[in-house]
């Protein structure tokens, strides 16, 4: 070979591992950590301070028992809302985060106000880095992106809405807004990709959109009324049902998950269970056979309160014929856990515990819970987590 056949040789070598780094570099294998340490807890409770170093983490847990930070992105994110403020399309390539609250000067003090910026993600760069913020509505809480990957719906609290957004590789448009007169919590899109269901959290009622393409439409005809404080959705992967976790007052009472038949024309509630209390996360497996829920119990709650707790935990329940949800397993938690992420393979749960700043891991074991450890120790405050849409 001459010596130009050599260079050539080499450069398309040096090219095609370039291209098999920057493929490997997006991994579905990924999770998204949202780190907020603006907010601290007193002898009052939740205390607002100055914006501090929130950042979003790239987690890589393709060794689910040893999860490795692949990148640590200095993006502001909050603690307030449902912990499915961010999101990762099927590919494994683009990360949503939605920041729905800016903490501003108030005084001596600092107070929170409504955001309305999303942060997109590439993925699939070497490293992980941002490639845009997208102007949503206002105060942008959970957010959830379809099976297909080409579409992602946002629940806007104060903006009364909820925001269509186009996904094509990294350039994320928003397309309309939909009006929904009351806060919207959060928000899940069937397997399909034809309807979704939104938690109207202020009027414990679950709205219905039709999805055609990227026309989405509400009609508030089909609300469903279910318990208080609807907080958190998520589909079983069939499509057949939706459940919707409650988060009541907060108060030390038990709250609600509910199950909704979700297809047909008149979609309705089957059936109701109680987990305990503070379900504020809540996740279904992708093979379908189980659902879990960090309890934040009073971890949350000022340490006079009578209902306050030193930790929490973790429940896991099975989900039998009609989605009816049956508690197996529970097993203790830190102070105030708030996101959850199941593996891609079902046989692993994370869960955040925000005041602890760290990641606990389960492995689920003919139905029980067994611990991970040590614990993984985060850089910041954990206030949500989500792995890729499966």
């Known amino acids: 070979m001459t010596k130009r056949g050599v260079l050539l ?12 780094l920057s493929s490997a570099s997006a991994a579905t294998t990924d999770i998204l950590i949202g780190l907020d340490n603006k907010i601290t807890w007193g002898p009052n409770g939740s205390v607002p301070v100055a914006p501090g170093p929130d950042a979003v983490l790239v987690m890589d847990i393709s060794n689910p028992v040893k999860p490795r930070i692949r990148a640590s992105l200095p993006l502001m994110n909050s603690l307030t809302g449902p912990p499915t403020n961010l999101g990762i399309t099927p590919d494994g390539r683009v990360g949503l985060v939605a920041n729905s609250m800016l903490h501003v000067p108030d005084g001596p003090a600092w107070k929170q106000v409504p955001d309305d910026k999303l942060h997109v993600i590439d993925l699939a760069a070497n490293p992980p880095k941002l490639a845009e913020v997208v102007t949503v509505g206002k105060q942008p809480s959970g957010l959830a992106i379809s099976r297909k990957g080409d579409l992602a719906l946002i629940a806007n609290r104060d903006g009364k809405s909820v925001t269509v957004l186009s996904i094509q590789g990294t350039a994320v448009k928003v397309v309309s807004e939909v009006k929904t007169d009351v806060p919207a919590a959060a928000v899940a899109i069937s397997p399909d990709g034809k309807r979704a269901f939104v938690c109207f959290n202020t009027v414990n009622k679950v709205g219905v959109l039709a999805i055609d393409g990227q026309t989405v439409t509400y009609d508030k005809a089909m609300d469903l009324p279910v318990a208080f404080a609807p907080y958190n959705v998520d589909f079983a992967p069939d499509g057949k049902y939706v459940f919707v976790s409650n988060v009541g007052a907060q108060n030390g009472n038990n709250d ?10 008149h979609p309705h509630v089957i059936d109701l269970m109680s987990p305990g209390s503070g379900a504020e996360g809540f996740a279904v497996a992708p093979n379908g056979k189980t659902a879990a829920t960090p309890l934040l119990s009073g971890t949350g709650a000022k340490p006079s309160d009578w209902f306050f707790t ?12 009609k989605g009816k949800l049956t508690v197996t397993a529970r097993s203790q938690l830190g102070r105030l856990p708030e996101g959850i992420a199941y593996s891609a393979d079902s046989q692993y749960i994370y869960v955040g515990n925000y005041l602890d700043s760290d990641l606990q891991i389960f492995h689920i074991n003919n139905g029980k819970l067994q611990e991970i450890t040590p614990k993984v120790k985060l850089p910041g405050q954990p206030a949500s987590i989500r792995a890729p849409v499966r």
Not at 10 to 17: D, E, F, G, K
Not at 256 to 265: K, L, R, S, Y
């Open 256 to 265: 609600a998950i509910v199950t909704i038949e979700a297809t047909g024309p």
């Open 9 to 20: 040789a080499a450069c398309l070598a040096t090219t095609a591992l370039a291209g098999l």
């Open 310 to 321: 030193k930790t929490s935990e973790l429940v896991l329940m099975s989900v039998g014929p």
